[in-house]
Nanobody, 114 residues
Framework: QVQFAESGGGLVQAGGSLRLSCSASGITLSVGTVGWYRQAPGKQRVWVASISSSGNTYYEDSVKARFTISRDDAKKILYLQMNSLKPEDTAVYYC????????WGQGTQVTVSS
């Protein structure tokens, strides 16, 4: 059974940084593409960033140059380093295999104050 557990969120001031972690079980992170999504209050969940099996990374335009996705294959952990955070980054962040029908984890709340 594939499961994801996100952590590392919190309250931070604008301009601050956070590093999110996603612990995966039941899959090999280096197989396929995995990524981060976020859901802001009252909005749909949207894709933020992803990393392919070969290590290629992709970012939604609004987070380019601020967020960095990476993974530790041995530990089965996916990371999202978030720098220069803005209030509009406030959301619940989730991880999942891209294009999969995996169940969503509980997510981790990121709140950026202005």
């Amino acid at each position: 059974q594939v499961q994801f557990a996100e952590s590392g969120g919190g309250l931070v001031q604008a301009g601050g940084s956070l590093r999110l972690s996603c612990s995966a079980s039941g899959i090999t992170l280096s197989v396929g593409t995995v990524g981060w999504y976020r859901q802001a209050p009252g909005k749909q969940r949207v894709w933020v960033a992803s990393i392919s099996s070969s290590g290629n990374t992709y970012y939604e335009d609004s987070v380019k140059a601020r967020f960095t996705i990476s993974r530790d294959d041995a530990k089965k952990i996916l990371y999202l380093q978030m720098n220069s955070l803005k209030p509009e980054d406030t959301a619940v962040y989730y991880c999942r295999r891209i294009g999969s029908g995996d169940s969503w984890g509980q997510g981790t709340q990121v709140t950026v104050s202005s």
